[in-house]
């Protein structure tokens, strides 16, 4: 993902802000990291410039 | 003998089986419809007028088909999926700056009023109930914002009705079954049986909050595409 997706993107639960940490960075795409709600404390993985957006319950689906 | 799973059952047994027939979904598509679902997608795009302003939201994104037309018209489209392999099969294609998402239709990670366009290819039956899908639509759309929505249909004229129910409850499983997944192609032609008529369904787009609601039917009534605005 882009960081500029930021602009839209928010907790699926609550529809909160979320806090970025990117782990690895390729041409200004975000491969690795993770998507922090803080009101929620979730935490959502971005795992080959795919962010899991999914709810905890159906992560493991 | 039924291929539909239990409604308790029915979020976590299609989600299985998209990531089961993911690496093959766009050939058996392509194959099953003759190419017209890609021309369906196209006609839809143009209508709903996309342009560079737009922001485009591909829901149940698959492998990306409307995600990769509608980026001919605007370079920001988001193509969400809660299958994984689904996902991973858009972005081995050639998507150009297509934002892949993977999360619930039900529970979108998105701002309110934060998209314009939203389209969805053969994915309504597949959804546990319409109403909520429906409204997180409607609260991620701007005011104004488009929705254009494909789906399978069934032809109401007899002999037509006829071919449609030899073709998709007959050949689509058998052929389905030799090149991917026999029960996936069981399952998928029943799955129809959870649309609602398009009385319902215009009436559930109305509900959750849109307006100018229209239906267009393809090939003899065998697909539908229905478009609605965002009061």
């Known amino acids: 993902m882009r960081p500029d997706l930021m602009e839209i993107l928010v907790c699926p639960l609550c529809k909160g802000d979320l806090e970025l940490t990117a782990t690895r960075e390729e041409d200004g795409e975000i491969i690795e990291g993770s998507l922090h709600c803080a009101a929620c404390n979730e935490t959502y993985p971005i795992e080959d410039g795919i962010p899991n957006m999914l709810p905890p319950d159906l992560r493991e689906a | ?231």
């Not at chain 2, 027939?21 to 003759?34: E, H, K, L, Q, V």
């Not at chain 2, 290819?121 to 929705?147: D, K, M, Q, S, T």
């Not at chain 2, 399952?187 to 398009?198: E, I």
């Open chain 2, 1 to 231: 003998m039924t291929a539909l799973p239990a409604p308790e059952e029915k979020a976590a047994a299609v989600q299985r089986m998209f990531d089961r027939i993911a690496p093959r979904y766009d050939r058996m598509n392509r194959i099953m419809t003759g190419r017209m679902d890609q021309r369906w997608r196209r006609s839809l795009v143009e209508r709903l007028g996309i342009d560079d302003e737009d922001r485009v939201l591909d829901l149940a994104c698959g492998t990306g088909d409307f995600a990769e037309i509608a980026r001919e018209h605007t370079r920001h489209v988001i193509g969400l999926d809660f299958a994984r392999g689904m996902l991973h099969g858009a972005r081995a294609r050639d998507l150009g700056a297509v934002e892949l998402v993977q999360a619930d239709a039900l529970r979108l990670p998105l701002r309110d009023g934060s998209i314009t366009v939203a389209v969805s290819g053969f994915a309504l039956r597949n959804f546990v109930a319409l109403p909520p899908v429906f409204a997180e639509l409607a609260r991620v759309l701007a005011p104004g914002g488009r929705i254009g929505l494909l789906e399978v249909d069934r032809p109401d004229r007899g002999v037509v009705r006829l071919g449609h129910h030899v073709y998709f409850d007959r050949v689509v499983p058998f052929v389905g079954g030799i090149l991917s997944d026999r029960s996936a192609y069981r399952y998928l032609p029943q799955s129809a049986v959870y649309l609602p008529d398009k009385h319902e369904l215009a009436r559930m787009l109305r509900d959750a909050g849109f307006r100018d609601i229209r239906k267009r039917r393809h090939a003899m009534g065998a697909a539908q595409s229905i478009t609605a605005v965002r009061a």
